[in-house]
């Protein structure tokens, strides 16, 4: 059956599919995917539609949403818990449902949009935390191959919003992922300024979990990035770009008060909302139907009317102002279908 994909995707854009399967269980998400793989169609995994632009001409070939539900656990007073948790659950839904089991690690990644299945692939992160700290393994199906595989932590091949799935995309559907978590009431160390000065902590303290979570919702949803249907401001893909991982080099020509965090290669890691922010890209900025949220610049809107090509064009500009100024090229973090920058 033909679907809008706007109804599916958290910009509330994109044109129709040709095909749409809704998959409630592994066996009809592998089924849906061998069907389409044998009649030779393109094939679009959507879990949470948070994370992704669709063009307006829609999709030509076979969008199947994942919709599977379930989890298992198992506690060990020693070691915590390892949870497996099938793909298309509520990311958010699923850390709510942890902390009141009493399990600590995801608190900082509280009020990120999307499904379980979705996280492994950007290695999703906030403050300080990624998910990739957490995650014992990913099993998947394997379309190439036309097999089951589970990857190890270490074969995910995790780094900065990027892993094996990432780098190989469309090639794995993932069925669920298992996480190890610690028993405990108190949070991972807070590394994360924003955050230990919202909490009033110093970096490195560790403090309720249920606290974590109640100081990151309140960020995020002063940020715009708590997903309102009410609110255009909040619809938006997240973070559009990544912050970009520079050379010393580079670094060390950007002003003084330009975020730098060194990485373990050498590289620093930079701020892309500083550096937009000091390229002339403005908070409440309109073109077209799209514009950057008034409450976060790396958040670019669907104000109510905005199309694919308009958020594209906005995105344009934006990097096209930091390449400029500071002769560095953003990266979007955002999946793109059926257009590029």
């Known amino acids: 059956m033909s679907e809008l994909l706007s109804n599916h995707t ?5 044109g129709p599919a040709k095909n749409f399967v809704r998959a409630t269980t592994e066996e009809e998400l592998v089924n849906a995917v061998k069907a389409a793989d044998a009649a030779g169609e393109e094939v679009l995994i959507m ?16 969008v199947i949403h994942v919709e599977t539900k379930g989890n298992s656990y198992h506690v060990d007073a020693c070691s915590g818990g390892m949870i497996t948790v099938a793909a298309g659950e509520d990311w958010d839904g699923f850390v709510e449902w942890l902390l009141d089991k009493g399990f600590a690690g995801l608190e900082t990644m509280s009020g990120i949009p999307g499904t379980v299945g979705g996280a492994p692939i950007q290695n999703i992160g906030a ?7 957490v995650i014992a393994r990913v099993r998947t199906w394997d379309r190439k191959a ?21 780098k190989n995309p469309g090639r794995y559907v ?17 590394k994360y300024k924003e955050l230990a000065h919202y909490l009033g902590v110093e970096l490195e303290a560790r403090v309720l979990v249920s606290d974590v979570r109640k100081a990151v919702l309140a960020l995020r949803a002063a940020k715009g990035m708590l997903l309102d249907s009410k609110d255009h401001d909040t619809w938006s893909a997240g973070s559009f770009f990544v ?12 002003p003084a008060d330009a975020p730098r965090w060194p990485q373990p290669d050498g590289r620093v890691k930079t701020s892309a909302a500083w ?17 950057i ?6 958040a670019l809107v669907n104000t109510g009317s905005a199309t694919a090509a308009d958020i594209v064009e906005m995105a344009r500009l934006a990097r096209s102002a930091v390449k400029e100024k500071f002769g560095i090229e953003l990266e979007p973090e955002v999946q793109f279908v059926g257009l590029s920058l």
Not at 47 to 62: M, R
Not at 174 to 190: A, C, H, K, W
Not at 293 to 298: A, C, D, I, N, Q
């Open 275 to 291: 550096l937009m922010e000091h390229a002339g890209v403005k908070k409440g900025e309109i073109h077209n139907g799209a514009g």
């Open 243 to 254: 912050n970009p991982i520079v050379s010393a080099e580079v670094a060390a020509t950007l």
């Open 293 to 298: 949220s008034t409450k976060h610049v790396l």
């Open 174 to 190: 993932i069925l669920d992922v298992t996480f190890q978590l610690r028993n405990g009431e108190m949070s991972l160390p807070i």
């Open 10 to 14: 958290s910009l509330h854009i994109g």
């Open 127 to 133: 403050y300080g935390h990624e998910v990739s700290e």
């Open 47 to 62: 879990g949470g539609g948070s994370n992704v632009l669709v063009a307006d001409s829609g999709f030509s070939g076979t």
């Open 146 to 166: 036309g097999a089951y595989k589970t990857f190890s932590n270490s074969e995910c091949e995790f780094e900065y919003r990027s892993s094996v799935f990432k």
